[in-house]
């Protein structure tokens, strides 16, 4: 009788890929590692052309 034990790991389990998927999400972000056909889909061009670190030096 320890079926619920399966389920609670199975749980965890979840939890940690979740979490670590947020984590990648974010990671790629912040680095700007996009291939090139998604940031420059002219959606939301800022991010990644109107860097202040582009022309300032």
């Known amino acids: 009788m320890k079926k619920p034990k399966r389920s609670t790991l199975l749980m965890f389990l979840f939890l940690v890929l979740w979490a ?6 974010v990671v790629i972000g912040f680095t700007n ?25």
Do not use: Y
């Open 33 to 57: 590692i996009q291939p090139a056909g998604i940031g420059k889909s002219g959606a939301t061009p800022q991010a990644s052309e109107a860097a202040p670190s582009h022309g300032a030096s």
């Open 20 to 25: 670590a998927a947020m984590v990648a999400l």
